[in-house]
């Protein structure tokens, strides 16, 4: 498991609001939210959802997930990607063949959109998904998970996919929020409100 590994990148974030552990209920928002294949889902490019950290062609299974006080989780992203040029170089094609059949010189915005959705649509049928998969590790006695990916765009969908699954936000730790949680647990609120910023860089004359 990446856990494991010498030295790895991650994220912490902490987890808003009070909840309780309950695993028969877990295990059913978790499926509810599963990863769905792309073949499933012809008008997307992209999924994502929640599959079994030991086998991604799998669903999420809290058996195999859960080591008290954590649990496992594993976000699957598949996302098919087709370049502008061959999407552009396509859409040129069907618009002089619409242009041909109708015998105008111009089509109106509708058309030319209608082209444009139907031409991306037949390409992403064509085109081969690329797969990734983002691990976490979710500490529920102390609402904190360390998310293995350092991207702001992936965090977010994390982010997302958390919220939908289980109804609860999350909070990156960084810095201040951590001395934020400290001064509200140990009542000393008082000393962030008269922090001023400080420059680092030299002064040369």
């Known amino acids: 498991m990446h856990f494991l590994k010498r030295s790895l990148s991650f994220t912490r974030l902490k987890v808003m609001g009070k909840f309780s552990f309950d695993q028969e209920e877990y295990q059913k928002l ?3 939210n599963s990863f769905r ?16 950290p030991e086998n991604c062609l799998q669903g999420p299974d809290i058996g195999t997930m859960l080591t008290e ?8 992203l598949d996302r098919r990607r087709i370049s ?9 094609i069907e618009e002089r063949a619409a242009l041909e059949v109708s015998g105008r010189q111009k089509l109106s915005v509708n058309e030319k959109r209608e082209i444009r959705n139907s031409v991306k649509e037949f390409l992403l049928e064509k085109s081969s998904p690329t797969s990734s998969l983002y691990q976490a590790l979710w500490n529920f006695s102390t609402g904190t998970i360390f998310f ?15 919220y939908e699954t289980f109804g609860l936000e999350l909070e990156p730790l960084n810095p201040w929020s951590l001395a934020y949680h400290w001064s509200e647990n140990n009542n000393a609120s008082s000393f962030l409100t008269n922090l001023e910023p400080t420059s680092f860089r030299s002064k040369t004359e």
């Open 84 to 92: 502008k040029p061959l999407l552009m170089a396509h859409i040129a």
């Open 148 to 162: 293995l990916s350092t991207s702001q765009g992936i965090q977010a969908r994390f982010s997302k996919l958390f």
């Open 37 to 52: 294949d792309l073949s499933d889902l012809p008008d997307s490019d992209e999924s994502v959802g929640w599959v079994n």
């Open 30 to 32: 978790m499926t509810q």
């Open 69 to 76: 006080p954590y649990l496992k989780l594993t976000l699957r």
